[in-house]
């Protein structure tokens, strides 16, 4: 399978051309880039300018984009009003949120990309079918300005109730807006399980996020390597390589200090994912 790694690895950071330079000398052919403003600033002319000279003359490609959660350089620990959710259902302050999403979408103009990875609300946020309308009226509005740009937003299965597996489907169904899905290991682990989040989205899976973790919470560890992930991930490659052709391995994994080369360990994952999938 063709194999993206998301810079989230490294999202406490500033994104270089030097960090750039050296995940393409791993052989890695293309990367997500996490949209935090610490890292990627969607807001920041002089570094997306410099980023995208850089890409014009590389090899690698940006395959997608995070779009931001946070309008803060803090993870959003600055307070509520730093948080960027389209289930916002006050009109004013949701429009507000949506103008950063597209100023982030605008990065495609510099250095293009076929995908913007988008939430519906945020981690462990309560069902309500006000937030569903809230929803789509902002992804009415940024999937044209997205598709004038060459990008297709996709929808990540995250957990809380609105946006499961389960959820997602009924979002799509409910709204005909026709958006495809990122598929994320780690939160499908801790909602439905792999397998059966899976097998309710594998038609409009267009994109991964391949991580473990322990069922209960995000930690985005390093699979194989780090201790207390639980994903069986001979029985997940097996699932993902019944739709290969649909997307590749996308790694989007979490800084941690017990691999001071990470770039070495992302290869072994690789390298240990591919095997698992050709075991008998």
């Known amino acids: 399978m063709n194999h993206v790694l998301s810079?989230?690895?490294?999202?406490?950071?500033?994104?270089?051309?030097t960090m750039l330079s050296k995940?393409?000398?791993?052989?890695?052919?293309?990367?997500?880039?996490?949209?935090a403003r610490q890292?990627?600033?969607?807001?920041?002319?002089?570094?997306?300018?410099e980023l995208g000279h850089w890409f014009r003359d590389s090899e690698l490609k940006l395959h997608s984009l995070h779009a931001p959660m946070y309008n803060d350089e803090i993870w959003g620990r600055s307070g509520p009003q730093s948080v960027i959710t389209i289930t916002e259902t006050v009109k004013g302050q949701r429009l507000k949120m949506v103008d950063q999403i597209k100023r982030a979408i605008e990065i495609a103009e510099t250095i293009p990309f076929?995908?913007?990875?988008q939430h519906i609300g945020v981690?462990?946020?309560?069902?309500?079918?006000?937030?569903?309308?809230?929803?789509?009226?902002?992804?009415?509005?940024?999937?044209?300005?997205?598709?004038?740009?060459?990008?297709?937003?996709?929808?990540?299965?995250?957990p809380n109730e609105l946006?499961?597996?389960?959820?997602?489907?009924?979002?799509?169904?409910?709204?005909?807006?026709g958006l495809n899905f990122v598929f994320d290991t780690g939160h499908a682990h801790m909602m439905e399980g792999v397998p059966e989040a899976f097998n309710l989205m594998k038609d409009r899976i267009r994109s991964t996020h391949i991580h473990d973790n322990n069922g209960k919470q995000d930690q985005h560890l390093f699979p194989f390597l780090s201790e207390g992930g639980t994903i069986d991930w001979k029985s997940t490659m097996n699932l993902l390589r019944s739709r290969e052709?649909?997307?590749?391995?996308?790694?989007?994994?979490?800084?941690?200090?017990?691999?001071?080369?990470?770039?070495?360990?992302?290869?072994?994952?690789?390298?240990?994912?591919?095997?698992?999938?050709?075991?008998?």
Request: negative net charge.
């Open 7 to 17: 810079t989230h690895l490294f999202a406490n950071h500033r994104l270089t051309t």
């Open 23 to 35: 995940i393409q000398q791993t052989g890695i052919p293309a990367v997500e880039v996490f949209c």
């Open 39 to 49: 890292h990627l600033d969607h807001t920041n002319k002089a570094q997306v300018t």
């Open 114 to 117: 076929k995908y913007l990875i």
């Open 123 to 158: 981690g462990g946020e309560e069902y309500d079918l006000r937030k569903f309308d809230a929803a789509f009226s902002a992804l009415e509005e940024l999937s044209l300005f997205s598709r004038q740009r060459g990008v297709e937003i996709l929808l990540e299965n995250i």
């Open 163 to 177: 946006a499961s597996a389960e959820r997602l489907l009924q979002f799509v169904d409910m709204t005909h807006i």
């Open 245 to 280: 052709k649909q997307f590749p391995l996308l790694l989007e994994l979490k800084e941690q200090p017990q691999f001071p080369n990470p770039l070495d360990s992302v290869k072994e994952i690789f390298d240990r994912l591919e095997q698992q999938e050709a075991e008998p």
